[in-house]
T-cell receptor, first 115, second 119 residues
């Protein structure tokens, strides 16, 4: 069974609009962390935001925020005021403490920002 | 901040030859390094975990003799693709999971990745 599910293979969004990228996860480990990474065509992995399983508040980093719904096992990424440079592949990932902190990735969402 | 430096960024090799990819942790010591492979338009798949001073652990389905991993020091982990074939062509990327001293609530640091093409 997939541990990280990203149901949107691709999205097209108009510039300056907000966009939500979906991510659900599956774990029985009480201690885990959730990440979002951006991967442009160059291949580098750019860290965007992190949410710990014990964090009470949703994480925010500039234009990025993580909508953490623990009971639903959901960790959606919200990008406000999208920019052309946001066009890239976005990966949701999870780290589980009892799996030696290995980070596993979802299949990703290709985001296209339209001018 | 902590950086993982990966080299080479790209390599083209002939079928049957071996290729070594290096990942160095700069300004911090990495006791563990994760190695991933990414085929075009696919996700990152964890291949193996290298551990300083001990044998690497491989994920199910990954050939140990094909992908040799060595973690010789606290700042260097290497992946050697032995007897490479065209189907090994992929993007390989390393990651240090946590930065010692910064706790577990932090990002994982990735190398820049290596694009391997076997012809």
């Amino acid at each position: 069974a997939q541990k990280i599910t990203q149901t949107q293979p691709g999205m097209f969004v108009q510039e300056k609009e907000a966009v939500t990228l979906d991510c659900t996860y599956d774990t029985s480990d009480p201690s885990y962390g959730l990440f979002w990474y951006k991967q442009p065509s160059s291949g580098e992995m750019i860290f965007l935001i992190y949410q710990g399983s014990y964090d009470q508040q949703n994480a925010t980093e500039g234009r990025y925020s993580l909508n953490f719904q623990k009971a639903r096992k959901s960790a959606n990424l919200v990008i406000s005021a999208s920019q052309l440079g946001d066009s890239a592949m976005y990966f949701c990932a999870m780290r589980e403490e009892r799996r030696d902190d290995k980070i596993i990735f979802g299949k990703g969402t290709r985001l296209h920002i339209l001018p | 901040g902590a950086v993982v430096s990966q080299h080479p960024s790209w390599v083209i090799c002939k079928s049957g030859t071996s290729v070594k990819i290096e990942c160095r942790s700069l300004d911090f010591q990495a006791t563990t390094m994760f190695w991933y492979r990414q085929f075009p338009k696919q996700s990152l798949m964890l291949m193996a975990t290298s551990n300083e001073g001990s044998k690497a652990t491989y994920e199910q389905g990954v050939e140990k003799d094909k992908f040799l991993i060595n973690h010789a020091s606290l700042t260097l982990s290497t992946l050697t693709v032995t007897s490479a074939h065209p189907e090994d062509s992929s993007f390989y990327i390393c990651s240090a999971p946590v930065v010692p001293g910064q706790g577990s609530d932090t990002e994982a640091f990735f190398g820049q990745g290596t694009r391997l093409t076997v012809v």
